[in-house]
């Protein structure tokens, strides 16, 4: 069965910290990646990875995919309290034209001033 | 970024009455959109695929009688909840792909909160 897990379930971080959000799969026909943020309502995108060693960033965000290992990292440096959210991982998979996002339980962070 | 436009954002219906949620894209045509359901502090679960002209793909568990999903235009997918009940009661998001090929990311709508009285 294909699946999507992300740890830790949720964080408590102070301003200015680091935090490392894991997302590991299992799925039969890989695609992408997908990082999302989830605040109040529909999650916002954050990257797509496809290929394996390639850093993507945005600012303080960046990460990362091992297709080898099955996993990727998403990396927030300097937290801001703006950062609390739920951080949603997706796996992009299928094949012949039919595709469809797996969706992990998310990571809660929360960054106290 | 892509647009895609869900309506309403929220809705309070009697149980036993249906419910229509839409979801268009707005600057592009979307031969696939997801429909999802989220409970309070769970993930989202994909219930359906919708395909524009054909028939939608149901995931395991979930009833196509009572989630209708209907995807005429390349722009539009509705999902109606027919004979409501509040175990019914979620959050709904609807997504979209730019269909541009190789490994294009899904846009999401504003999700709809129905509940159920």
């Known amino acids: 069965e294909d699946k999507v897990v992300q740890s830790p379930l949720s964080l408590v971080v102070h301003e200015g910290d680091t935090v490392t959000l894991n997302c590991s799969y299992e799925?039969?026909?890989?695609?992408?990646l997908l990082w999302y943020k989830q605040e109040k309502k529909a999650p916002t995108f954050l990257f797509m990875l496809t290929s394996s060693g390639i850093e993507k960033k945005s600012g303080r965000l960046s990460s990362i995919l091992d297709k080898k290992e099955l996993f990727s990292i998403l990396n927030i440096t300097a937290t801001q309290t703006g950062d609390s959210a739920v951080y949603l991982c997706a796996v992009e998979e299928g094949t012949s034209g039919t595709y469809k996002y797996i969706f992990g339980t998310g990571t809660r962070l929360k960054v106290l001033a | 970024g892509a647009v895609v436009s869900q309506h309403p954002s929220w809705v309070i219906c009697k149980s036993g009455t249906s419910v229509k949620i839409e979801c268009r894209s707005l600057?592009?045509?979307?031969?696939?959109m997801f429909w999802y359901r989220q409970f309070p502090k769970q993930s989202l679960m994909l219930m359906a695929t919708s395909n524009e002209g054909s028939k939608a793909t149901y995931e395991q568990g979930v009833e196509k009688d009572k989630f209708l999903i209907n995807h005429a235009s390349l722009t539009l997918s509705t999902l109606t909840v027919t004979s409501a009940h509040p175990e019914d009661s979620s959050f709904y998001i609807c997504?979209?792909?730019?269909?541009?090929?190789?490994?294009?990311?899904?846009?999401f709508g504003q999700g709809t909160r129905l509940t159920v009285v």
């Open positions: 997504s979209a792909r730019d269909w541009g090929g190789w490994a294009t990311e899904a846009f």
């Open positions: 600057d592009f045509q979307a031969t696939t």
């Open positions: 799925v039969t026909n890989f695609r992408s």
